[in-house]
């Protein structure tokens, strides 16, 4: 009931987005009903982020119905009764750094999370946290849906295990009339060098058994609703949008970042412009733990293949192509076009083989 309620909803909102750069959705009424529970009182209450009022719009978006999904609790954590309570070491104040950092660690790994910053790193690669840890009495208080969605996915859980038995679909960005972005060196689109990328991981991981299917296989226009029903047509194990990035006119901006859907109730890393309500929600909210277990391993992978710099694991609501998804889905920005330096590397075939190695890598 609530996935075809969500789904409509994800669907009305495909018909209203058309691009990933562009454009600015309806904005529903802000959320009335914040409920505060903090367990740290001198610490300032969190307010979503607020939305600029706009005029009236055209076509609200329907909300599906919430009775499936828990509100989200704002509830701020001690990282110390949170390691105690999961029976991990007390964090350790990271000696040495700049601002205060604090170390917490698993089986699994190291999180360290800075005071004042939504940059956290795990296992030595960036992770955007929704909302920055505080110091109240010398003591890191980290939010309730942080600690939910972020630390315990990765310091609490086995890591997903991914073999040929699943069948992958990969999303190369873009094509036809839409190209995406463009090489600040010669004008290549964006579409050419996504085609290439995927076509490469594909070869990699069918001589290895895997089921590989891409939403385009040539330069055609293909809407992004076509996309997400194309996996769910092929019964898509893991769905992976492959893109590049711009920062135009800037040139300076280089590094790789990979994207998940941002869990509801939490703030996004990036809006570009679009509303970012922390009542929204898609079906494949379901995957949030998986979403980002797929996010951090390919992100780690491409990172230390590619030695471009790490721009982080980052949350967004409003890539379309991740909404409604069936399955695991996280979408790659392999770098910046609209930076020479790197816009030379991702023309080169080389480098875009090693940007495949490093996702088929990562899956096997
Ligand atoms: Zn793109």
């Known amino acids: 009931m609530f996935k075809s309620a969500a789904f409509i909803f994800a669907l009305v909102l495909l018909g209203l987005l058309a691009g990933c750069t562009t454009g600015s959705r309806p904005n529903a009424a802000p959320p009335t009903v914040w409920t505060l529970t903090n367990s740290a009182p001198n610490l300032a209450p969190v307010q979503p982020v607020p939305e600029k009022p706009t005029p009236s719009p055209i076509v609200k978006p329907i909300l599906p119905a919430k009775t499936n999904l828990p509100t989200p609790a704002l509830k701020w954590t001690s990282l110390n009764r949170w390691a105690a309570d999961h029976k991990l070491a007390q964090p350790t104040r990271v000696v040495g750094s700049p601002v205060a950092s604090y170390a917490i660690t698993s089986s699994q790994g190291t999180m360290i999370v800075e005071i004042g910053s939504r940059e956290a790193m795990w ?167 998986e979403n980002l277990q797929l996010a951090v391993r390919l992100h780690t992978a491409l990172v230390r293949a590619s030695g471009e710099e790490d721009r982080g694991v980052r949350r967004a609501r409003f890539m379309t192509v991740l909404q409604g998804e069936q399955c695991p889905a996280v979408l790659i920005e392999g770098g910046f076009l609209s930076n020479p330096h790197e816009a030379a590397k991702i023309e080169s075939a080389e480098f875009r083989q090693k940007l495949a190695e490093a996702v088929a890598d990562a899956l096997q």
Request: hydrophobic residues 35%; glycine residues 6%; proline residues 7%.
């Open 123 to 289: 296992r030595n690669v960036a992770v955007h946290l929704g909302f920055p840890p505080e110091l109240v009495d010398d003591q890191v208080f980290v939010h309730g849906l942080d600690l939910e969605k972020n630390l315990a996915p990765l310091l609490l859980t086995k890591p997903i295990r991914f073999n040929p038995e699943h069948v992958l679909v990969l999303d190369p960005g873009h094509g036809g009339n839409k190209t995406g972005t463009i090489s600040v060196r010669d004008g290549r689109p964006e579409k050419d060098f996504t085609l290439d990328w995927a076509r490469r991981i594909q070869t990699l991981l069918s001589t290895n058994g895997w089921t590989v299917w891409l939403t385009r296989t040539n330069d055609a226009d293909i809407s992004l609703s076509n996309r997400v029903s194309f996996a769910e047509t092929h019964h898509a194990d893991l769905f992976i949008s492959l893109h590049f990035n711009s920062s135009a006119p800037d040139k300076k901006q280089s590094g790789i970042e990979t994207f998940c859907l941002t869990p509801t109730g939490m703030p996004s890393t990036l809006t570009r412009g679009y509303s970012d309500l922390w009542t929204d929600h898609y079906p494949n909210n379901r995957f949030d733990n």
